[in-house]
């Protein structure tokens, strides 16, 4: 068993970018700059948030942090999003999900222009995405892409089960290990809520990749001798002992699946990790894409 060390790619990855951006510097370019805006206060969003914008300082690229009460309207968020696409300083932002309830997502998420759209979450982005044109790849499966190519990890011809038809992760990493390409060429299955016999399924996986959000969802005895495990569930299950009063865990069972898994990540420190870096990643392309517009 070989574990898919996120945390150590991510690192890898990050520096590859800082070496870009301190050459930018050297050069007088305009460094990247990603702006994150955040409405209200659910505890993990504002550790995401605030791993992004840390991310960002450390390595040289502009931030800015737009913290919106709970209370604001979703025509002041409109606003915002308006302000963000006309700023020229900005070259991409994200809008930190789940919103409130008295927003409409979806509105939302149309209105960010889809130049600056580094989440990918944009229609146009995502039917780019969907037809191998050069868009923004939502950061999660981007990552799970670049973690199994980075590994060698054979895709080609094997069966992949995704567990969750989520428009951030199923659905796209469906289409992505489906396509042509390293750690592509896959033979995709899509599974959900209403799949009959879900084993049966994850039983004759090659690979699964599992984005339920159900701790120990997964079991040794759903998986098969060999099988790759990518685990994109991060639950917080109430814990007093700890010191932060939860712990983190993931979708599959690791004491019972990983001694059958050929590669495996873990959670914390597989997944995760690897959405900060490819946000990074495509702010970068975003401002690159951005200076060959102004040049054109
Ligand atoms: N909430 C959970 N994951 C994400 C993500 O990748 N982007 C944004 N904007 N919100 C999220």
């Known amino acids: 068993m070989k574990i898919l060390d996120g945390k150590k790619v991510s690192n890898d990855i990050k520096n590859e970018i800082a070496e870009v951006v301190s050459q930018m510097k050297e050069n007088g370019e305009k460094v990247p700059h990603l702006a994150a805006v955040l409405v209200g206060n659910d505890g993990a969003s504002l550790t995401y948030v605030g ?25 002041a968020l409109l606003k915002e999003v308006e302000a963000l696409n006309n700023n020229d300083a ?14 409409d997502e979806e509105k939302v998420l149309m209105a960010v222009h889809p130049d600056k759209d580094v989440d990918g979450f944009h229609p146009t982005n995502f039917g780019k995405m969907a037809l191998d044109m050069e868009s923004f790849i939502p950061a999660t499966p981007y990552g799970i892409m670049e973690l199994l190519r980075r590994y060698d990890v054979d895709t080609q011809g094997k069966h992949t089960v995704v567990i969750g038809r989520s428009h951030i992760v199923g659905r796209p990493i ?12 896959s033979t995709v299955t899509l599974t959900h809520s209403r799949t009959k016999d879900l084993e049966v399924f994850t039983k004759d996986a090659d690979i699964i990749v599992s984005a339920l959000g159900v701790p120990d969802f997964l079991k040794g005895d759903m998986v098969k001798e060999g099988v790759v495990i990518i685990d994109v569930g991060i639950t917080r299950v109430p814990d007093d002992t700890k010191e932060k009063g939860y712990y983190i865990t993931g979708d599959v069972d690791f ?19 690897m959405t900060i870096a490819m946000l990074l990643k ?15």
Do not use: W
């Open 174 to 185: 469906s289409i992505l290990m489906s396509q042509k390409g390293k750690a592509a060429n």
């Open 282 to 296: 495509n702010t970068l392309l975003a401002r690159e894409r951005h200076n060959n517009r102004k040049n054109a």
């Open 255 to 273: 004491a019972q699946v990983s001694p059958k898994a050929s590669y495996i990540t873990p959670v914390p420190g597989g997944v995760g990790p």
């Open 90 to 103: 900005i070259d991409g932002y994200i809008v930190q999900l789940p919103l409130p309830k008295h927003i």
């Open 51 to 75: 791993s992004k914008v840390r991310s960002c300082k450390r390595i040289g690229f502009e931030s800015t942090l737009i913290h919106l009460p709970s209370e604001t309207t979703e025509a």
